[in-house]
């Protein structure tokens, strides 16, 4: 067959068929075209979940009569001039195609008025770029665009469409996201006449929050770090929820570039190493992050959809935002109220104060005037000597209530009153009480020492009083001869002396009086499982974290106040404290409001 030209109405919707998947994909279309316009104010109306009408009306700065028909043409735009302005892109479209492709798998209509002209005008179009008829309209300043029986001239499209529920919900949804980037910008939507959700700008940022918490829901900045960061002419701001405030799904995930949302796989795994030991298993961070930078430095235009951008410079911008967020999560600790948990101040990650303006901030915690606590939960482990001297200890909490009522001062999770059934601390705080599960909080603490330690190359090894000899299988033997250097890097002194036999003769000093025999083959299983023989010290935190739970308190044993006590100011001071290694919570908090709606006190 010859090669022939393909009709503009043809081209058009093989173009819809990249960027019109459905309706949402046409809200989103053409609500960024009323961003792009400058509008301060835009309403969405949608019928039967978008496929009988979606009208869109903004009060931006509208389009000249004469632009109308190129408006609805293919590679027709305002938004650049030339290849640099590509390399630049700041609006949220530019490529002149989303008109065109909408009106021709619909019935369109657009109507417009500059700001300042005396008559709006209206255009409809079926795709076919011609018999442009313009016609004046009533319309005020601003644009409308009305797109009614979506997919009517394609019918196998049309099939693929799920239930109005479904359909609408998309929409929503989608309208909710553009919604969470662009705060001074009030949105409304209707659904077959009836009024969904109403945002109105937000310029303060108790409004900015309200809006927030309208999309994610109430109790996600009760339960989120505030971040604001920058370096190197990169800025990251937004809220992450705390690691124990998480999905099931990755349905609440928003990162946006430079206003625009994108979903990256750079930055997804950014994020998922900064929250890759605090989270529980299967679960999923909540969070709302804006990242900008110099448009130079991210490519939009690499898919069709702009859901995808690409970096100029990928490590730095996948270490800038681990590196904000890890520093935020680990920073985190209890507040002196002891009932709210936000970010607190931080340091700069980067040596050089000129390269970080600013920082996450919020209440600074500050330490109890009490002097350090011994840092042993039981008489005969002493499981941090080598790190603190105890300057003196709580005798009974009676005569350290005493002391603070003179300075009137209370360390953020209180002082232990009881030890629940040899497993929950019960502590008493300014604002309420505190619950800790001991194991859970132990097990974080001592996994944050052993980090520590391996960091620096020099966790502390205890010879044992008899080597103990180990039988193995010959994997696990040949695996110990082959990455001994590993296994002293943890803390073991252990070699193979047979074909299936191993002698230990040190063990980590932290670990030295538990069942040594079982963590060692508890860290070769994880080995194996993890299939690591050649990434091993990659894996490093896995298996610090394996000999963390083996070193951590057990439940059932009963804790003195003494204990108790140095357990809590261990947690004050340890970071990522407020999860476990598995991401579970170590402690919960009850304030007097709490109490008192138990036993409906005050009703």
């Known amino acids: 067959m010859r090669i022939k030209s393909l009709p503009p109405q043809l081209i058009n919707q093989i173009a819809a068929g990249e960027v019109v998947e459905r309706p949402a994909s046409v809200i989103k279309e053409l609500v960024e075209n009323c961003l792009d316009a400058g509008a301060t104010e835009i309403t969405v109306e949608i019928e039967q979940g978008g496929v009988r009408l979606i009208k869109i009306r903004d009060n931006g700065c509208g389009i000249s009569k004469e632009d109308l028909p190129l408006a609805l043409s293919r590679h027709a735009t305002s938004k650049i001039a030339s290849l640099a302005d590509l390399e630049q892109v700041l609006s949220m479209g530019f490529r002149g195609e989303a008109l065109p492709s909408i009106s021709s798998v619909s019935r369109l209509t657009l109507i417009s008025k500059e700001q300042g002209s005396q008559c709006a005008w209206k255009i409809s179009s079926d795709g076919s770029e011609k018999n442009f008829d313009i016609q004046p309209d009533p319309h005020p300043e601003g644009t409308s665009v009305s797109v009614k029986d979506l997919f009517f001239n394609t019918p196998a499209r049309r099939k693929f469409l799920k239930s109005e529920k479904t359909e609408f919900g998309h929409s929503e949804n989608v309208l909710k996201k553009i919604a969470l980037s662009h705060f001074d910008v009030g949105f409304t939507l209707l659904h077959n006449q009836r009024q969904v959700f109403r945002y109105k700008p937000a310029a303060s940022e108790h409004e900015k929050e309200k809006r927030v918490s309208d999309i994610f829901g109430h109790t996600f900045l ?21 690691p124990t405030y998480s999905r099931s799904q990755a349905d609440m995930q928003f990162f946006y570039v430079n206003q625009r949302l994108i979903r990256d796989r750079l930055i997804v795994h950014a994020i998922k190493q900064a929250y890759q030991d605090v989270l529980f298993h299967g679960r999923h961070p909540v969070f ?6 110099n448009p130079k430095l991210v490519d939009v235009n690499a898919h069709p959809t702009k859901l995808e951008v690409r970096f100029r410079e990928n490590r730095m911008v996948h270490d800038f935002i681990f590196r904000a967020l890890h520093r935020s999560i680990s920073d985190h600790r209890p507040q002196e109220s002891g009932d709210k948990r936000h970010a607190e101040t931080f340091e700069p990650l980067s040596e050089n104060p000129a390269d970080v303006q600013h920082v996450v901030t919020s209440a600074q915690y500050q330490a109890s005037s009490q002097t350090r606590l011994p840092e042993s939960v039981a008489e005969d482990v002493k499981l941090y000597t080598a790190l603190a001297t105890p300057q ?3 005798l009974n909490p009676e005569e350290d209530n005493q002391e603070v009522s003179k300075n009137g001062v209370v360390p953020p999770l209180g002082y232990a009153l009881a030890h629940v059934h040899n497993i929950y601390i019960l502590s008493q705080t300014e604002q309420g009480i505190i619950l800790v599960d001991a194991h859970a909080a132990h097990e974080r603490i001592t996994y944050e020492h052993l980090k ?22 010959e994997a696990e033997a040949e695996m110990i001869e082959e990455k001994n250097d590993f296994f002293q890097s943890l803390g073991f002194e252990v070699n193979r002396t047979g ?3 191993i002698v230990l ?6 670990l030295v009086k538990q069942d040594i025999e079982r963590l060692l083959r508890d860290i070769l299983a994880d080995i194996v499982v993890l299939g690591m023989t050649n990434r091993a010290q990659e894996k490093s935190n896995e298996l610090l974290a394996t000999m963390a739970c083996h070193g951590s308190i057990r439940a059932g044993r009963k804790l003195t106040i003494d204990e108790m006590n140095a357990l809590l100011r261990e947690i004050e001071r340890t970071e990522r404290s407020g999860q476990c290694n598995h991401g579970r919570p170590t ?6 409001k709490d109490l008192d709606r138990f036993f409906m006190r005050g009703q």
């Open 222 to 242: 009760e339960n989120a770090l505030a971040i604001d960061f920058s370096a190197s002419g990169l800025s990251l701001q937004g809220w992450i929820g705390l």
């Open 288 to 293: 709302a992050l804006y990242l900008t930078l």
């Open 392 to 394: 003196h200890t709580i």
């Open 452 to 473: 520590n330690q391996y960091d620096q190359g020099n966790i502390p090894s205890q010879p044992l009083l008899l080597p103990l000899k180990i039988h193995v299988s």
């Open 499 to 501: 074909p299936d036999s």
């Open 505 to 510: 003769r040190s063990s980590p000093a932290i």
């Open 587 to 592: 402690w919960v908090a009850l304030s007097h």
